[in-house]
C-alpha cells in the first residue's frame, strides 16, 4: 500500500516547467547493488536548459540516480538496473549504444575538486584532444581558454597555464577548473554530485553564478544538501527518500507546498 501511494505522490507532481519535449525521460528506474534495493520505482523527465536539483536525506538514493543518466554504473559489481531510460527517444542501455559515446554527452563535477595532477592548460585540453574534437593546436588553444572564461577562472590562471599544476590551485579555482574541464568535451548535460559541498561561501556563490549562466547552453542535474542553494539556482527540484522519488515540481512549489509529510520535514530541518 506504501508503494501505491509513493507512486501515486510521484506521478501527480508537476513534472515540467516548459512545452519542450523531454531530453531525457525514466520510466520505472529500480536499481539493486547486490541484496540492497536503492532505487525504487524512479520516474521523471529532464528537460532541456533545465536546472533540475536532487534533494534528500543521506543515502536515499540522489547520487544513485544521477549516476543512472550517464551509464557510471556499468563498471560497478553487482549492479542490477530495471525500467527505462532514455536520451532523445533511445534506450541509453541499448546494445547498439556506445557507453563512452554515450558519456561524451554529459559532464561530471564530483564534490570534492579532482583536477588532474598537470598543468591547467593540460586539464583543460585532455578531454577535447583524446575525442579528437579540435583540429589543431591554435584552435585548441581557443577551446581551452573559452572553457576557463566559462568557467570563470580565466583572469585568474591566463597566466600561468602551463607552469602550475591543477591540484597548485585554491580549493574553489580547482572546481572551477573541473567545470572548466567538464565544458571542453562540449556536453549537452552537466551532471553535478554536490558541486559546492567541499568548498567555501565565496567559491560556493561563484559555482551557483557558473550553473545559471551555463543553463542557457546545457541542462545541469545537481545533487545537493542545501536547501538555500536548491532555492537559488534550481527549476525544480526532485525529492528523494529511501530510495524512491516523492516528488518533483517547481522549485517554488515543493518548497511552499510539498505534499508529503516527509519532504515537508526534510525542508524544514526536522530530519535529514
Known amino acids: 500500500m506504501q508503494a501505491s501511494a509513493d507512486r501515486l505522490d510521484q506521478s501527480s507532481a508537476p513534472r515540467r516547467l516548459s512545452n519542450q519535449p523531454p531530453l531525457m525521460e525514466l520510466e520505472d528506474v529500480n536499481l539493486w547493488y547486490g541484496g540492497t534495493h536503492a532505487l525504487k520505482d524512479v520516474s521523471f523527465d ?10 534528500g536525506p543521506s543515502g536515499c538514493g540522489k547520487s544513485t540516480a544521477l549516476k543512472c543518466l550517464n551509464r557510471m554504473h556499468d563498471g560497478t559489481r553487482d549492479v542490477v538496473i530495471t525500467g527505462r531510460i532514455e536520451l532523445d527517444g533511445t534506450d541509453i542501455h541499448d546494445p547498439d549504444i556506445d557507453p563512452p559515446m554515450h558519456r561524451r554527452r554529459f559532464g561530471w563535477v564530483a564534490q570534492k575538486p579532482n583536477p588532474f ?61 573541473c567545470i572548466a574541464r567538464a565544458l571542453s568535451t562540449k556536453p549537452e548535460i552537466l551532471l553535478m554530485d554536490e558541486p559546492t559541498g567541499s568548498i567555501d561561501p565565496i567559491a560556493t556563490a561563484k559555482v551557483e553564478e557558473l550553473m545559471l549562466e551555463l543553463k542557457p547552453d ?54 535529514g
Not at 149 to 169: C, F, I, M, P, Y
Request: with cysteine.
Open 46 to 55: 529532464l528537460f532541456p536548459n533545465e536546472i533540475l536539483a536532487f534533494i
Open 117 to 177: 595532477p598537470m598543468s591547467i592548460w593540460r586539464n583543460v585540453a585532455y578531454g577535447a584532444q583524446i575525442h579528437g574534437l579540435m583540429a589543431g593546436r591554435a584552435e585548441l588553444d581557443a577551446h581551452v581558454e573559452d572553457c576557463l572564461r566559462r568557467a570563470h577562472l580565466w583572469d585568474e590562471v591566463k597566466d600561468q597555464l602551463h607552469k602550475s599544476n591543477g591540484t597548485d590551485l585554491s580549493g574553489g579555482q580547482q572546481q572551477r577548473l
Open 218 to 271: 546545457h541542462t545541469i542535474v545537481v545533487v545537493t544538501h542545501s536547501m538555500m542553494e536548491a532555492r537559488r539556482v534550481a527549476d525544480r527540484v526532485a525529492y528523494f527518500h529511501l530510495g524512491r522519488l516523492l516528488e518533483i515540481g517547481p522549485t517554488d512549489e515543493i518548497f511552499t507546498h510539498a505534499r508529503t509529510k516527509e519532504a515537508r520535514r526534510f525542508i524544514e530541518g526536522k530530519f
